[in-house]
C-alpha cells in the first residue's frame, strides 16, 4: 500500500519495526468479542502510531480511516498501556543499551 518512505513518514516507524512491535503486544490486543466488526490488532497499532505521529485530533484520525472519535480513543489508550508495559521488560532494557551504545558511537565518529 504504501512504500517504506511514505510508511514511515506516515507512522514514523519502519514496517519491520510495526510489525515486530504487533508480535510482542497482539496478545493484550487481540479482540475477544465476536461482533460483526472488530478492529485487528495492525489496525489498533495504526491507529495508535497516527496519532502518536500527527498529535491530531481523534476525531481527525477517526474520519481517516472510518471510525468513531470514542474508539480511537479506546484503541490509543490501550495500545499506549501495552507500549509502557515493555519499558519494564528486560528485551527493552537490552534494546535501549545497544541504542544508547549506537548513539554513542554517533556522538564519537
Known amino acids: 500500500m504504501f512504500t517504506d518512505d511514505e510508511f514511515t513518514l506516515r507512522y514514523r516507524f519502519n514496517k519491520n519495526t510495526v510489525i515486530h512491535l504487533s508480535d510482542i503486544i497482539s496478545p493484550a490486543l487481540a479482540p475477544v468479542t465476536h461482533r460483526k466488526y ?8 495504526f491507529i495508535a502510531l ?20 470514542t474508539t480511537v480513543s479506546r484503541v490509543v489508550f490501550k495500545v499506549s498501556k501495552e507500549i509502557a ?12 543499551e545497544r541504542l544508547q551504545k549506537r548513539r554513542g558511537m554517533i556522538v564519537l565518529a
Open 50 to 69: 497516527r496519532f502518536y505521529a500527527t498529535g491530531t485530533f481523534q476525531g481527525v484520525i477517526g474520519d481517516d480511516i472510518n471510525v468513531r472519535k
Open 85 to 96: 508495559k515493555l519499558t519494564t521488560s528486560p528485551v527493552y532494557r537490552v534494546y535501549l
Open 38 to 45: 472488530t478492529l485487528s490488532v495492525l489496525e489498533q497499532i
